[in-house]
């Protein structure tokens, strides 16, 4: 069992830019989660994917974030056009049943600049 | 929509002596998960315990265990005998009530004084 892995760790772009970063999550877990993490701030929810399906967006998740799980294995997450609000750390996690514990990996850190 | 507060944004303690973080959460659901995750500095979050609301019993993983205070909607997480390693942010967090996405407090900062 390797964990959850995220790719790059650290991202740092132009505004206005284009950014996708990729999750890796634990072989036998179904389920696929994104979270968006400010300094001082808890997790907060982006989406979730069961399988290869996208059952859940957040409010947060704006018409330039996009994300996708085409096999049910790896997801990625993209933004377009970003802003300098966008700067956070991007958490990724999985799970492998309804009971809601997750297991998260690393993070990307994006900086805009 | 489910709310989670964590009222105390940093603690210390002495090591070896225990400490009490504080979590309260709101919701008008009877069936869901409350968790504790700690998240050390530039390292990634992991999950500390878990409790499910329909069990009454107060769940416990070794040095770690929690206050499940359904009717006040409470609950905090005690460590016993704090270690070094144990210094880190701690965050709360609920699921359930058909969100699939966990909703986290602020968290507050464990310190462990030497």
């Known amino acids: 069992d390797t964990g959850v892995s995220q790719n790059p760790r650290h991202k740092i772009t132009k505004r206005g830019q284009n950014v996708t970063f990729r999750c890796d999550p634990i072989?036998?877990?179904?389920?696929l989660y994104w979270y968006r993490q400010t300094l001082g701030q808890g997790p907060e929810f982006l989406t979730y994917f069961q399988n290869e399906a996208q059952l859940e967006k957040s409010r947060l998740l704006s018409d330039r974030f996009s994300a996708e799980r085409p096999k049910g294995s790896f997801s990625t997450l993209e933004i377009q056009r970003t802003e300098q609000g966008d700067s956070a750390m991007y958490l990724c996690?999985?799970?492998?049943?309804?009971?809601?514990?997750?297991?998260f990996g690393p993070g990307t850190r994006l900086t805009v600049t | 929509a489910q709310t989670v507060t964590q009222s105390q944004p940093e603690m210390s303690v002495q090591e070896a002596e225990t400490v009490t973080l504080s979590c309260t959460y709101d919701t008008s659901e009877s069936d869901y998960y409350l968790f504790w995750y700690k998240q050390p500095p530039s390292r990634q979050m992991i999950l500390v315990i878990r409790?499910?609301?329909?069990?009454?019993q107060n769940a416990t993983e070794n040095r770690f265990s929690v206050n499940f205070q359904k009717a006040a909607k409470s609950f905090s997480l005690k460590i016993s005998d704090s270690q070094l390693g144990d210094a880190a942010m701690y965050f709360c967090a609920y699921g359930g009530g058909g969100a699939d996405g966990l909703t986290f407090g602020k968290g507050t900062h464990l310190i462990i004084q030497p």
């Open positions: 072989s036998e877990h179904n389920r």
């Open positions: 409790q499910e609301a329909y069990k009454q």
């Open positions: 996690a999985s799970s492998p049943s309804t009971n809601y514990e997750q297991y």
